[in-house]
């Protein structure tokens, strides 16, 4: 290889045009120094030799590089290894901030490419094409993936960071495009038809309107019957869910017993643990980093195989401001979104995506408190689980439910929704529609089905559709993330109206052509996400309607009683209270049976003010359906930091080599399905 000089002068010659009938590619590089890395290290005196010892102690049991993790550590600089790998290899390292690369060929070998990989394609010189490797080892096996036009090439050397920011700088722009634009055309909200959307929505108003003017029986009986169906719908699904998950339960308690006794070997895990990138978007949080951080360092996950990403809006200074008075660790690290025609977390995590270093992606809110073994069980549970699992999802749960009435509420219908409606619907192999945090998925599959829709306000839900249409399969995680419950009444409004909003243009996008998704999905899947998505919502903006029957119990007269008692006999109204009742009863029942453990408890008796508490859901729906047809793409950002407890102080790092714990069973679904108020389904967290 040329020297430095050399290179630079060779920087100022023509290059060559690509020649689509080129050889495929070949390496042409010297020897190399066959002394192991670590004694160049010692002998440049850029590492402690305790450091590397234990470094070399951690290699052997983990499938990483050494210079990952003595990077991982902090225990080497990164310029110091890459002039040692310079001078193991025979190379030479070339400064991309002054001599950048050729966008050329950045664009013909892909950025996304070459963030995953660490290298840059840089010039071509007299028909070599020279390419910047921060990964020397792993050289040889990345030129069968290289382009064919690349002909003989030669391999320099950079750093990691070096590389980012190379790409960086010629191709950013180009890749917040594809990162808005991941999911296809036919599959995303950003091909949605607004002023179509409006004239259907003040339609179908007018014309609900006129007909309570004009024939006023007819229409609330048309609403009646539309309500009551998708409530006894949707009590028909929690029963089942529920039968799903005691099953799934009694499977669990035999297999535990079995191995318990000897009859059955416990599962262990064979090979290395994988590398888990988690990407945490964050949003105007001016001072949550450093109860982040502490949150985090909680894990007990090797340091080297942990790589979380902090996603933050390049425009949101408070939260860039925040982090740059804050001190990281190695295994943590930001990253920037440029600005563009939409602010939303899909879109951040599809931009992130890219820098990610892991085989495992997942995903936790900015408030997030896992727990500590966390991510043992998730590499646990894809190593065991079978290969069209492409996501594992967590409970997610939280940490201030006394704050006041509405805390207790909202952790009340979590326990439902995590526990009973997610795990439901994975038991009965249904369309989960995933939690927005503590999900993690297999790379390889997240992405072919496009990761996330940038354009999409509950993108969880969406991907969860999309996954199963794929053919893909969702599992609950037994593990608990603790987070802050909304406990502000407009907060509590406004976050509940954007998940809805996001329910309504996933049903509506992926019922653009419902034979498709019949065959999709199939029709025991098809009617379920009709029962999961219209009408869940449809109760909320109905609820009105179903709630007016309960004038009768005071003796008051109703617009349709005559007409009922008419059409379907003089049981009309009982039959109907009948059903009010006992989804009542239902919801109560499956709420206690989720709150019955020893954190949630004393929630117990707060179960039967649920329904005092959906009302506010009827509220949200019906700002949700002005969002859609005014704003649909608005992200209406829910604060966090607002409860300081004594018990979410950030706590003492785990020391930098943890070590391997025994890892737990997979998922074990342990609650009750979906509860509601009469007419109104929870709907957990989806954004």
Known sequence: MASNAVTKLRATMPQAAPSPSA??????????????????????GAVDPRHLLRALVMRQRQSLRLGEILLAHGWVEEEALTRALARQWRASVIDLAAMPPDPRLVDAMGAGLCLSEGVVPWRRIGGITFVATARPDLFQALLPQLPAHFGTVRMLLCSEASAREAILRTRKTKMIRQAEMRVPAAESCRTRNERLTGRIA????????????????????????????????????????????????AQDRTLARAVAAGQLARPEMSGALPVISVMVPMFAEADIADRLIGRLSRLDYPRELMDVLIVVEETDRITCEALEGATLPRWMRVVKVPDGPVRTKPRALNYALNFCRGSIIGVWDAEDRPEPDQLHKVARGFHFAAPDVACLQGVLDYYNPRTNWLARMFTIEYAAWFRGTLAGAAALDLVVPLGGTTLFFRRDLLEKVGAWDAW????????????????????????????????????????????????????????????????????????????????????????????????????????????????????????????????????????????RGREHRHLMPWVPMLHLYFPLGCLAAWKAIYEVVRKPFYWDKTQHGLFDAATDMPAAPVTAEATLIPLHGAAKPAAAPQTAAVGMPVLGKIG
């Open 202 to 249: 003040v339609a179908l108003i007018v014309a609900t309107l006129l007909g309570l003017l004009l024939a006023p029986v007819a229409v609330i009986g048309v609403l009646t019957f539309w309500a009551v169906l998708s409530l006894v719908a949707s009590m028909g699904l929690k029963v089942l869910s529920f039968q799903a998950i005691l099953r799934k339960q």
């Open 456 to 595: 999409n306000v509950t993108e969880d839900a969406d991907l969860g559709v999309r996954l199963t249409r794929r053919g893909y399969r969702t599992e609950m995680l037994d593990t608990v993330t603790h987070e802050e419950a909304n406990c502000r009444m407009i907060p509590w409004v406004k976050q509940r109206s954007r998940w809805l909003k996001g329910f309504m243009m996933t049903w509506a996008v992926h019922m653009r052509d419902p034979a498709a998704l019949w065959r999709d999905l199939g029709a025991r899947r098809f009617i379920g996400l009709q029962v999961q998505l219209a009408a869940s919502v449809s109760q909320y903006l109905l609820a009105p309607v179903l709630w007016s029957f309960w004038l009768l119990s005071l003796g008051l007269p109703h617009p349709i009683r005559e007409s009922l008692a008419g059409q379907l006999g003089g049981n009309a109204i009982p039959l109907l209270f009948t059903v009010f009742l006992a989804s009542e009863l239902l919801n109560w029942a499956v709420a206690f049976w989720a709150v």
């Open 23 to 44: 050889p495929a590619p070949a390496q042409v590089i010297s020897g190399r120094d066959l002394r192991p890395l670590g004694q160049i290290l010692i002998e440049d």
